[in-house]
């Protein structure tokens, strides 16, 4: 019988073991992706996502055909799509990846359901390289902090070998739809001319980066701090699409690397690991998005968002240099600086008083990169209500960090080439004293506790 292979957050071919599990039970392969923004828990994808996901789907499809598949496009919530095309495929199992959200909630639940028919029904660990529910203290509880949870991934075994794509899958052709008809990309107006310059969705694309990198931000990455050079992989989005595996990127470190490559690998692996750390935050609080971690800061005194000055905050016009360059390289490349992310996220909440989850919607809606796991993780870091989180009283002052990390202007003046000039606005918020009356408002935290 058929196998039906569901790609979700797993977009590639090589080092799928989902799809190799199905190739390698024999039988025509049904490759599918639902676009799910029906299911309970399924949050729809913002617009620079649904950007990049139409880019990788074409990719995968083109890898798929040129090994002799079809990538079939279905459309609705899981729990209906699926049996739907077993029926209609008369599939005899059905393989994927696993995602550690709440969605998790909804493969469970299909995956009793099809067993109860008689079907193979199979999930595989893929975009992790330490499965959450394996890394616990000696009490059995998830770590807090980062740097034992890292220890403890790296003191058991290695992460398994990359698998290798299958050569040849015997597809089987369904009804799919038209990928054009889910209208991923913009229309009027067409912001997407700095993602197409800055990116290549797809697994091809993936591979390139990494290469990249290796070569040449790898052995820079010391300096990765600094956002005017590029010593950041920047393969953050083909991570979150799953065009690459982390396990692939395991393996090709530890490769043939440059000795200067080699100094800084176990910090850039470590970086790895705090997107290992998001994921672990997320599978024991699928709530991240929308619910502090640390329930004391329930009792912050988040000020209503003044319009112009959220405004001034997304375009990148608040008259902070450092603050506008990030705020404009997301908004034209879809991807930020680490650095930039962590200041930007910092006047939010701290200078501006807005409530973190205004400034994670607006990256879901702008990064390529949106990370169920990441994003939210990263907002509460940043905002002090994580678990692992930044001290409340660390308040970046952007302009100290322009001079520390900036010294030469590289980054702002590429963003904002009106720096000094008279169009360019005055600061929309008094660093010091907006700083003064972020630590009163966290007052009112350390009061309810
Ligand atoms: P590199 O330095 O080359 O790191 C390699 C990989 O490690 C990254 O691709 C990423 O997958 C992972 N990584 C690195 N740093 C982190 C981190 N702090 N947390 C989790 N994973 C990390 N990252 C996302 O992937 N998606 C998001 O939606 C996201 N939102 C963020 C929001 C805020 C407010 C902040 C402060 C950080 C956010 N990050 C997010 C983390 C980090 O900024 C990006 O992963 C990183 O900038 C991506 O660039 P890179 O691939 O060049 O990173």
Redesign the pocket.
């Known amino acids: 019988t058929p196998s039906i292979v569901w790609l979700r957050d797993d977009l590639r071919v090589a080092d799928n073991p989902a799809l190799s599990a199905a190739v390698d039970r024999g039988g025509p392969v049904v490759v599918l992706y639902l676009l799910d923004e029906e299911s309970p828990g399924a949050r729809p994808l913002g617009g620079a996502s649904r950007w990049w996901l139409h880019g990788s789907l074409a990719a995968l499809a083109a890898e798929l055909a040129d090994r002799g598949a079809h990538l079939t496009l279905r459309r609705g919530a899981a729990g209906t799509v699926i049996p739907q095309l077993v029926a209609e495929s008369g599939a005899g199992a059905v393989y994927w990846n696993r995602r550690y959200g709440a969605l998790r909630e909804v493969d469970a639940e299909l995956k009793s359901r099809l067993r109860a028919d008689g079907l193979d029904v199979q999930s595989f660990g893929a975009s992790l390289l330490f499965e959450p529910w394996t890394i616990t203290t000696g009490a059995g509880d998830p770590y807090k902090v980062f740097t034992p949870f890292w220890r403890a991934c790296l003191a058991g075994d290695d992460p398994r070998a990359p698998l290798q794509p299958p050569e040849r899958i015997e597809g089987l052709a369904v009804a799919s739809d038209d990928l054009d008809t889910w209208a991923l990309l913009p229309t009027r107006p067409d912001w997407a001319a700095g993602l197409r310059a800055a990116w290549t969705p797809g697994e091809q694309g993936a591979h390139a980066r990494l290469e990249h990198f290796v070569e040449h931000g790898l052995p820079l990455y010391h300096r990765?701090d600094e956002p005017g050079i590029e010593a950041?992989?920047?393969?953050?989005p083909h991570?979150?699409f799953g065009e690459l595996s982390p396990h692939q990127v395991w393996a090709r470190l530890r490769g043939p690397l440059a000795p200067a490559a080699i100094a800084n690998r176990p910090k850039?692996l470590s970086?790895?690991g705090?997107?290992e750390f998001?994921y672990s935050i997320l599978f024991h609080q699928p709530s991240i998005a929308t619910e502090n971690v640390r329930r004391d800061f329930d009792a912050f005194p988040w000020q209503a968002p003044d319009p112009a000055v959220l405004e001034a905050w997304r375009r990148g016009m608040t008259g902070i240099p450092l603050v506008d360059a990030g705020m404009r390289q997301l908004w034209t490349s879809g991807w930020m600086?680490?650095r930039v992310?962590?200041i930007v996220?910092s006047l939010l909440t701290k200078n501006l008083l807005i409530d973190w989850r205004v400034g994670e919607a607006w990256?879901w809606d702008t990064?390529v990169?949106?990370?169920e796991a990441?994003?939210a993780a990263?907002?509460q870091w940043?905002a002090g209500s994580g678990a692992d989180a930044a001290p409340y009283f660390r308040v970046f002052n952007p302009v100290l960090q322009a001079e520390r990390f900036d010294p030469d202007q590289a980054y702002v003046r590429q963003w904002v080439p009106e720096l000094g000039t008279g169009a360019y606005p005055r600061p929309i918020v008094d660093l010091a004293a907006s700083r003064t009356a972020a630590l009163a408002a966290y007052e009112v935290v350390k009061a309810a506790k």
Do not use: Y
Request: proline fraction near 0%; aromatic fraction near 14%; hydrophobic fraction near 40%.
């Open positions: 990765r950041t992989s920047r393969l953050s991570l979150r850039f970086e790895i705090w997107r998001s600086h680490n992310r962590m996220a990256f990064l990169d949106a990370d990441s994003n990263s907002w940043v």
